[in-house]
């Protein structure tokens, strides 16, 4: 299973960006897809999960400013994030729930400036 994330980058407060995380070796719409996110010294944490039949969560922190959506056909999770903060920033990992295994991506800075 590879999770091949894109999409990270510099910023400013109020801005948006668009994550995007390619899946392969796995059966994409059998899977729960997410984005989690780890800021310096602090705990990596739930940004926003769409289960396989499409039910979606997000953190109370971007609610209203994130959204999350998959594309079964092309194996891909994308996060749209907009009116971006400063406490944004952190690495955003791209996460594959199964049944029987998890599975992260390499990570992507997102970097928000004030």
């Known amino acids: 299973v590879q999770l091949q994330a894109s999409g990270g980058g510099l910023v400013q407060a109020g801005g948006s960006l668009r994550l995007s995380c390619q899946a392969s070796?796995?059966?994409?719409?059998?899977?729960?897809m997410g984005w989690y996110r780890q800021a310096p010294g602090k705990q990596r944490e739930l940004v926003a999960l769409?289960?396989?039949?499409?039910?979606?969560k997000y953190a109370d922190s971007i609610k209203g400013r994130f959204t999350i959506s998959r594309d079964n056909a092309k194996n891909t999770v994308a996060l749209q994030m907009n009116s971006l903060k400063p406490e944004d920033t952190a690495v955003y990992y791209c996460?594959?729930?199964?049944?029987?295994?998890?599975?992260w991506g390499q990570g992507t800075l997102v970097t928000v400036s004030s």
């Open positions: 996460y594959a729930g199964g049944f029987r295994s998890n599975y």
């Open positions: 070796g796995m059966i994409f719409s059998a899977f729960a």
């Open positions: 769409i289960a396989s039949g499409g039910d979606i």
